[in-house]
């Protein structure tokens, strides 16, 4: 007679342990992979929806009204809420509209964890909580418009996403004197893509639009790397002690790109949600307007929000975006 041997019960546990374990380990990584592919396709849809709105509008300034005291405090403030009632819901289906100071309501987390996860902030509430530099930076408010401190309102899509709108009714067009980005901004979207359920982070399920110019408007939705490229090897330049800024993006990673010169604008608008550097000089865009080491690419300042044109052999800061 032959005799079988069987599994005893210790060896069975064992191996259910280890089993329980490896997938302990496992699973947490495979979600949260899940998680970032749906939210990539989640924002590319919402861009593609939001650009195709605006671009029905014949204009994106003058909505609503924004008025100050003699002391800089609002009197007088609708023009958030106005945009959405009476421009945006015309073009784009939405569920639910809340005003400032109810932005809850619209399912907005009261706190988010700004690019990267590092730190949590609360979620700005105004204009100048995006970025102060919007109604201070030098000469900012010259030529076809200005930078209002307008309050944020909110409304909710059919689609359950929550969006936070900055409005900015006195935005010019592309074709003003300056190159300042601050009244070429007219609207910035924050968004989250599942109201207030976590992880509220930017770069997951948080983002941000920013709609530029009041005419021929243009739409971007950058979605930045975490980290800078530092300045001593991000020279825009062909020369060959120098890395090409063109480049970087794929030698950090292979899904980078640089962001052109509107999508590294709305970087600056953004400034507080991804922790961009404050005190740099400025930031590469990949809009290049004339070729080789004496040509010309647009750069973003963001000392003050000036958009100039630099020889691009001289050296800037790389914030990388996701294609």
């Known amino acids: 007679m032959k005799k079988f041997r069987?599994?005893?019960?210790?060896?069975?546990?064992?191996?259910?342990?280890?089993?329980?374990?490896?997938?302990?380990?496992?699973?947490?990584?495979?979600?949260?992979?899940?998680n970032e592919k749906a939210?990539?396709?989640?924002?590319?849809?919402?861009?593609?929806?939001?650009?195709?709105?605006?671009?029905?509008?014949?204009?994106?300034?003058?909505?609503?009204?924004?008025?100050?005291?003699?002391e800089g405090t609002a009197t007088?403030?609708?023009?958030?809420?106005?945009?959405?009632l009476d421009a945006l819901s015309k073009v784009y289906k939405i569920n639910n509209v809340c005003g400032p100071d109810k932005l809850s309501a619209c399912g907005v987390p009261s706190k988010i964890a700004i690019l990267g996860g590092e730190a949590e902030i609360n979620f700005p509430t105004k204009m100048s909580e995006l970025n102060e530099k919007l109604l201070n930076g030098y000469n900012a408010l010259n030529d076809e418009g200005s930078v209002a401190d307008t309050k944020a309102a909110a409304f909710e899509t059919v689609n359950g996403e929550s969006i936070a709108v900055f409005y900015n009714p006195l935005c010019g067009s592309d074709t003003s004197v300056n190159h300042y980005v601050q009244n070429k901004m007219c609207v910035n979207f924050v968004y989250d893509l599942n109201g207030?359920?976590?992880?509220?982070?930017v770069g997951k399920d948080v983002g941000f639009m920013t709609a530029f110019y009041n005419k021929n408007s243009v739409v971007v939705a950058p979605v930045p790397y975490y980290m800078n490229y530092k300045s001593a090897v991000a020279q825009y330049s062909d020369v060959s002690d120098t890395i090409d800024a063109q480049k970087v993006c794929k030698i950090m990673a292979e899904d980078l790109r640089l962001p052109d010169r509107d999508e590294v604008a709305s970087l600056f608008i953004n400034m507080k949600l991804i922790n961009?550097?404050?005190?740099?000089?400025?930031?590469?865009?990949?809009?290049?307007?004339?070729?080789?080491?004496?040509?010309?690419?647009?750069?973003q300042g963001v000392n003050n929000g000036d958009r100039n044109l630099a020889t691009r052999s001289n050296t800037a800061l790389v914030r990388c975006i996701q294609k």
């Open 276 to 299: 961009l550097e404050e005190n740099a000089g400025g930031y590469w865009s990949g809009s290049v307007v004339s070729l080789g080491t004496s040509g010309l690419a647009w750069a």
């Open 76 to 84: 007088e403030d609708t023009a958030a809420e106005s945009f959405i």
């Open 39 to 70: 939210w990539d396709a989640q924002k590319k849809a919402l861009h593609a929806r939001m650009a195709q709105a605006i671009g029905q509008m014949n204009t994106l300034g003058g909505y609503g009204t924004y008025t100050e005291n003699e």
């Open 196 to 201: 207030a359920e976590g992880p509220n982070e």
């Open 6 to 34: 069987g599994f005893t019960l210790a060896e069975i546990l064992i191996t259910l342990a280890i089993i329980g374990i490896v997938a302990a380990i496992t699973l947490p990584s495979l979600l949260v992979n899940v």
